[in-house]
């Protein structure tokens, strides 16, 4: 039955659409088109959905990867504050060239950059940190020691070797990439080889995260 309308149109469209021809419809074929009509709307909504999820998806993954480059760079609360304190809980002497100082009582060690075992700090998120380091002789003793990054020297410093006790300090600031380890070692310099401290406090070394 359809094959009539078929041959209908096609008439019309041969002699040149002169006549627009009114296909009379019955009320099946009515519903039929207007069920193609909404599901080609249902294909064409389905077509821009996954569009849309698609591009949801690359907005996401863009704010997300922001999101996390800030969350790392970021020191917006104290889980993101990286800072150390440590000192030497006994009197320690007799180094060897280039020997690492062992700082062996941690009192701070937010965001776990020093390496409490070896008394190495490791640099946990690239940025400018600030180390400081103070070293107490005493009498008739002296030492040279120097903060380093990697094994190249940032800051050297020493003792008097005096009747009494002497006191060295030295601070620095420095870029670190993330995994950097700074330590203080005895330097090559040939002194005396005495480190002593007196109430744990006279001998440290510390650090901070100031800005990434
Ligand atoms: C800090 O981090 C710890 C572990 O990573 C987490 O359990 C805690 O909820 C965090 N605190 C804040 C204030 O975000
Ligand atoms: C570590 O230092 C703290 C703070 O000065 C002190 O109270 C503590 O007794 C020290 N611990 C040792 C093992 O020296
Ligand atoms: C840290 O710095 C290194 C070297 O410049 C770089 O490759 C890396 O992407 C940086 N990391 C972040 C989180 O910025």
């Known amino acids: 039955m359809y094959g009539q309308y078929y041959l209908l149109v096609f008439f ?29 709307d249902v294909k064409q909504s389905r077509v821009n959905l996954a569009a849309q999820v698609t591009r949801s998806r690359e907005q996401f993954d863009t704010i997300n990867g922001q999101l996390r480059y800030f969350e790392d760079s970021c ?5 993101n504050t990286v800072a150390f304190n440590s000192f030497l809980s006994k009197n320690a002497a ?7 100082i062992y700082f062996d009582n941690i009192t701070l060690n937010l965001g776990n950059g020093y390496d409490t075992r070896h ?6 998120r690239n940025g400018t940190y600030a180390f400081s380091t103070s070293v107490t ?10 903060i380093v990054k990697n094994g190249e020297q940032l800051v050297q410093l020493r003792t ?18 993330k995994g950097d380890d700074v330590w203080v070692r005895h ?3 040939g002194d005396a080889n005495a480190l002593s401290v007196d109430d744990g406090l006279y001998t440290s070394f510390s650090g901070f995260l100031i800005h990434t």
């Open 12 to 40: 019309c469209l041969r002699v040149g659409a002169v006549v627009t021809p009114t296909i009379p419809q019955s009320p099946e074929q009515q519903a039929y088109a207007t069920i193609l009509k909404a599901l080609a």
């Open 160 to 177: 008097l070797n005096d009747y009494m006790w002497s006191m060295a300090t030295n601070v620095v600031n420095v870029y670190l990439i």
């Open 137 to 146: 002789t005493p009498a008739s003793n002296q030492i040279a020691v120097e």
């Open 75 to 79: 020191i917006c609360g104290r889980n």
């Open 94 to 100: 007799n180094f060897g060239i280039q020997q690492p």
């Open 187 to 189: 330097s090559a310099i």
């Open 119 to 124: 008394g190495v700090f490791r640099a946990p």
